[in-house]
């Protein structure tokens, strides 16, 4: 540790540090336009120069570059250092006359004008030299940090600039945007130096309606509630460099060595509550999602209505703009022969409560095109009322199809939803600025891999089958594998937080009890007709067949044995039998079934 | 009272098991000593009548070896069956059927087709096909009828004790003439064999590992087997598991795969059915279409499953053809 | 039910159903009141892998005109391959009982998991009046003294 006084107070700083770092950590603020935690100090910009005494000797030194030393003492707006600075502003003001940021920070030092002669001869290459400063950010991120160099200083003197080799467009630049984000007076225009729009990463909780960065919290929810890196994304897993976000962590929780783990976990029991995916709209092509761009899922819309949202909150077209018209097309995927043939139970009361925050949020005229409404649960039915007293128009008849062939000059520039309203026996066609799909629920993608996995069976639709439908809704064939929420079958959240405790108590009782019950169904091996031929052991999954060389027989470890009788289907001297399950007892069987009738 | 009599018949057989008693050798002096042998057709010239003439159960021990086909062979058991104390079904012919029961794959009408009409080396311009009864030159000549199926003893007349092996060894042989002069029997019914099947005394046990997995079954005939590694475990059909030992592995130690020819184990009704049950768990297979490549590298199932013991099985052969409506 | 050609021959079937799945459908083709034909008699079985070829071949021995054995779906099976083991029974068995003169339509092995209530109805069904077609299994073990031959006849098979 090093003791240096700055601007009069006595500060302890950690030896290594720069004079910039040690006011900064002190909260003495120091001006500067070329400094960043992530890149070396390069003291380009000059602003963040301040009077040094050091053993009687005064000078002017920028901070950035200067390391701490032992009784050092630093002012950081003396008169001298404050002309220096007014002169600087005024030569950032003549280079960069029409830059905002130079602009304001010339005003913070009294400056409103400078004595110099504006830059005017401005040689266009890739970056725009009006805003430049030469303060070299750019350069040093993307040559030094982040390992892709795609930018550098050409020329020196008055023709100095920075520019991609041979001024033409780069291929080494990725349009990471790193540049553009870094530069002090946002002078830097992507498309000079690679013509391509950069696309945003899709941010997959938002349904790519907004970006995400390749370091993001997946959602702020999510437990646990750290970011995450995405490798193929991230800047240093492509060039090596970058690891800017480790120089800003202070916890120095990053480590881009992490490896992907597989663990190994022995349980005695299982929860599954691996969800649903929602039907996809693209299914259905008449209703046109993935054509229109007006056109949303129920979980793109749920994040547009989201305060944390791509939009604040805000409903809006694609275009921006609030819809003075939407329609909520009810049953999409569901009660339908061609798709999902049951009903997915959630979607009547989530086009109700979209129905009621378009209402709310944009007043907008709103219509509901549904074939029942169900609402069976505690308070829906009185929501459900008083959604109807809100002016939302509900049409019973499922919609046709959504198109924007307009008919009239009423529907150019519109989607129309055509329908058949059952009600009033009509065809109609409503004009709307924004359709809703409200989609059916099914499994979660990869459920049959679970399943096979657990050896679960499935029922309709492929959800997870429990036990019994009405009297062990959580158990599944498989002792001490349990089902919790949607995986089961479509339901809502009420049910889901019901079903996931009842699991979990299940799960307990299973740990907590000391016992095991066993089926009463399991296999043995007679050894006095035992030969230990060993064929039946290739036909255990459970390996519970094992082969005594003293013994020279074959033996079943009861307690592994889940009862299938596969080996004694398959013991060729019929050594194994299955308790109640007997060979007598099945051959008496076959005779009655065959009795006169 | 004089020495206990014992009688030897062969019904459909090949002769094999009357050499198993020839094989005892110099035992055989033992034999002829304690015994008064009172019929044995390959050897000694006893005929019907003589038998006819014995008071019932006078004959201490009839073994009777061969299936039974034949009117003839029928009333020959039946008549020993009367006139002997034990009868033991010697052989696996009399057993289980045996070789000869591979006639219950196809009809009677099929066999004297092929034997009498369409083999090559056959001249039978008048299209002849045995009868029981025919006149030649004024006698009346009679032949056996040939029954439609072949048939085990046990399902012709009462069976004491079975003697299992095509043919039995001779060990066997001897301790059950042993055990039947001194009285020390096991109860009826008993297969005179130990109980377990093969591989608990096969010498390639050992080299038999607990999983074996086979996609494709080989023929003796096309490879070689290695002597010192379980015939199952190289992918050669060995019907050791489903086999009761007793026999010495006289095949095995020939580098020779079990046929069954002891039949099968107590507790097993159908050793064919059983068999196969075992080696559908050998079979390296995923798919249906796998499956089926792998049962379909067996060429005759039926012939190999049930070699010795057709006629006992439970379907005992073909299926009866369908009447004509 | 209609009674077809072959004389108003019902045929017998037996099923072997396992009782996660199979036997779980035939009860639900049940409990959902479908209509098939009476003509098959289920016995349970924990698993396909259960079902010896013995039981088969005693059945068609004891008078089942055809043998239904019923799992879990590949993939499905409650102990995970049972079915498989099931598969490789049921095709080296046709294999073996082809050349026993029995066809193979007599015994047939089907995928039917619990929710396939009708699809089980759909096999009893088909199977019911294919087997019809098929006429009766018959007895395989006629008593020696059935078939005298007259004197001088010619001998059928």
């Known amino acids: 540790m090093v003791t240096l006084t700055i601007d009069g107070k006595a500060i302890a700083a950690e030896a290594g540090l720069t004079v910039l770092q040690a006011a900064s950590d002190a909260g003495i603020h120091i001006p500067t336009l070329c400094s960043h935690e992530s890149l070396s100090p390069y003291g380009a910009c000059r602003f963040c120069m301040v009077e040094v005494s050091q053993r009687g000797r005064h000078r002017l030194v920028t901070s950035c570059t200067l390391p701490v030393a032992e009784g050092m003492d630093v002012q950081t707006r003396s008169e001298r250092v404050l002309r220096i600075r007014r002169v600087l502003a005024e030569l950032m003001l003549a280079r960069c006359p029409e830059s905002t940021v130079i602009r304001d920070l010339a005003g913070e030092l009294g400056v409103t004008a400078s004595r110099m002669r504006p830059l005017t001869d401005v040689v266009s290459t890739i970056v725009s030299q009006s805003g430049c400063i030469l303060c070299g950010m750019c350069v040093r991120l993307c040559d030094d940090v982040l390992k892709i160099g795609a930018l550098a200083f050409e020329g020196r003197g008055a023709r100095r600039r920075v520019t991609t080799p041979f001024r033409q467009p780069s291929d080494a630049c990725l349009t ?67 690891k800017v976000c ?106 109700l409560k979209f129905a009621h925050l378009v209402k709310e949020k944009t007043g907008a005229e ?37 198109t924007d062939v307009a008919e009239s000059p009423e529907e150019r520039g519109k989607l129309i939803v055509v329908c058949e309203d059952t009600l009033l026996g009509l065809v109609r066609r409503i004009a709307v600025d924004m359709v809703i799909l409200s989609s059916g629920l099914r499994p979660a993608e990869g459920a049959e891999k679970v399943a096979q996995a657990f050896a679960l069976s499935c029922s309709r639709g492929e959800f997870f089958l429990e036990r019994h439908p009405k009297l062990a809704p959580v158990d599944t064939a498989s002792d001490g594998i349990f089902l919790a929420g949607a995986c089961q079958g479509p339901k809502d959240i009420p049910d889901s937080v019901a079903q996931g405790g009842a699991a979990a108590a299940a799960a307990l009782v299973l740990m907590d009890r000391g016992r095991f019950v066993l089926e009463p169904v399991t296999a043995e091996i007679n050894a006095e007709l035992c030969a230990g031929c060993k064929m ?38 019929g050594a194994a039998r299955q308790d109640n399950f007997e060979d007598v007892q099945i051959f008496a069987e076959i005779k009655g079934a065959l009795a006169p009738a | 009272m004089g020495k206990p009599k014992v009688a030897f018949y062969w019904c459909a057989s090949c002769g094999g098991c009357e050499e198993a008693v020839v094989d005892l050798h110099e035992k055989i002096l033992d034999v002829v000593q304690a015994v008064d042998i009172v019929l044995w057709p390959v050897a000694l010239d006893f005929k019907r009548k003589d038998i006819e003439a014995l008071p019932p159960g006078t004959i201490a021990v009839s073994f009777i070896n061969g299936a039974v086909r034949l009117s003839e062979q029928l009333e020959w058991v039946r008549l020993l069956r009367e006139r002997s104390g034990l009868v033991v079904a010697f052989g696996s012919c009399a057993h289980l059927g045996g070789i000869p029961g591979l006639a219950n794959y196809t009809t009677r009408k099929q066999i004297f087709e092929n034997k009498y009409l369409r083999s090559v080396s056959v001249d039978n311009p008048d299209r002849l096909l045995p009868q029981t009864r025919t006149e030649v030159n004024g006698y009346e000549l009679h032949l056996p009828e040939v029954w439609p199926v072949v ?145 379909d590298s067996i060429a005759d199932p039926a012939g190999t499953f049930y070699r010795f013991s057709l006629p006992k099985s439970l379907l005992s052969g073909r299926s009866a053809p369908q009447p004509e409506s | 039910m209609a009674k077809g050609a072959n004389n108003g021959f019902e045929p017998r079937i037996v099923g072997f159903l396992c009782r996660w799945c199979s036997y779980t459908g035939a009860d639900l083709a049940g409990t959902s009141r479908t209509r098939y034909p009476p003509n098959l008699t289920g016995i349970r079985v924990m698993c396909s892998g259960r ?54 339509q007599r015994v047939r092995l089907e995928w039917v998991s619990a929710s396939e209530g009708s699809r089980f109805a759909e096999i009893v069904t088909d199977m019911t009046e294919k087997l019809r077609a098929l006429g009766p299994l018959h007895p395989r073990r006629p008593a020696l003294l059935e078939t005298a031959v007259a004197p001088g006849a010619e001998v059928h098979g």
């Open chain 1, 176 to 242: 990471c945007g790193a540049c553009s984000s870094i530069c002090p007076t946002h002078a830097i225009e992507h498309l000079r130096i690679r013509p391509h729009a950069p696309r945003p990463i899709p941010s997959e909780f938002e349904y790519g309606m907004t970006g995400r960065k390749p370091i993001y919290i997946p959602f702020p929810q999510a437990v646990p509630r750290v970011p995450v890196i995405d490798q193929s994304t991230c800047l240093y897993f492509k060039t090596g460099g970058c």
């Open chain 1, 246 to 351: 480790e120089d800003n962590c202070g916890a120095r929780a990053i480590d881009h060595a992490q490896q992907d783990q597989i663990r190994q976990l022995q349980v005695g029991t299982a929860v599954i509550a691996t969800g649903f995916s929602l039907f996809d709209g693209g299914q259905m092509p008449r209703y046109g999602y993935g054509r229109y761009k007006n056109v949303f899922s129920a979980l793109e819309f749920e994040r547009l209505c989201h305060a944390g949202g791509p939009t604040g909150g805000r409903i809006l077209t694609r275009e921006g703009e609030p819809p003075a018209s939407v329609a909520i097309l009810h049953c999409i995927g569901s009660r339908d022969e061609n798709h999902l043939r049951y009903c997915s139970r959630v979607c009547c009361m989530y086009s």
């Open chain 1, 366 to 402: 709103v219509y509901n095109l549904y074939i029942d409404v169900r609402a069976s649960g505690k308070g829906y039915e009185e929501f459900y009322k008083r959604v109807l007293g809100e002016d939302v128009q509900f049409i019973r008849g499922k919609a046709a199809e959504v």
């Open chain 2, 151 to 295: 048939k085990p003893l046990d399902e012709v007349i009462d069976v004491d004790y079975y003697l299992p092996g095509c043919p039995p060894p001779v060990n066997l042989i001897a301790s059950a003439l042993q055990g039947i002069l001194s009285g020390q029997l096991p109860p009826k019914g008993s297969v005179l064999a130990p109980a377990k099947a093969l591989c608990e005394s096969c010498p390639l046990n050992d080299s038999k590992p607990e999983k074996m997995s086979v996609s494709q079954f080989k023929r003796l005939a096309t490879t070689s087997a290695d002597p010192k590694t379980c015939f199952l475990a190289q992918g050669y059909v060995c019907m050791g598991p489903a086999t009761r030992s007793g026999c010495g592995e006289r095949c095995i130690r020939g580098n020779m795969p079990c046929r069954g020819c002891f039949g099968p184990p107590p507790q097993a009704l159908d050793q064919g059915a059983k068999f196969l049950g075992a080696l559908a768990s050998m079979f390296d297979s995923r798919t249906e279409a796998d499956a089926q490549a792998v049962a």
């Open chain 1, 536 to 573: 039946c052991i290739a036909n255990c999954p459970y390996t519970a067949i094992r082969y005594d060389p003293e013994q020279k027989v074959s033996v079943v470890t009861v307690e592994l044995c889940k009862g299938c009788g596969t080996c004694v289907g398959g013991c060729p001297s």
């Open chain 3, 51 to 104: 079902v010896d070829p013995t039981f088969v071949v005693q059945a068609l021995a004891d008078g089942a005109d055809g043998v239904l054995i019923a799992g879990c779906h590949p993939g499905d099976c409650h102990y995970s391959e049972g079915n498989y083991k099931a598969l490789r029974r049921h095709r080296m068995l046709m294999n073996l009982l082809e050349q026993l003169g029995i066809d193979r």
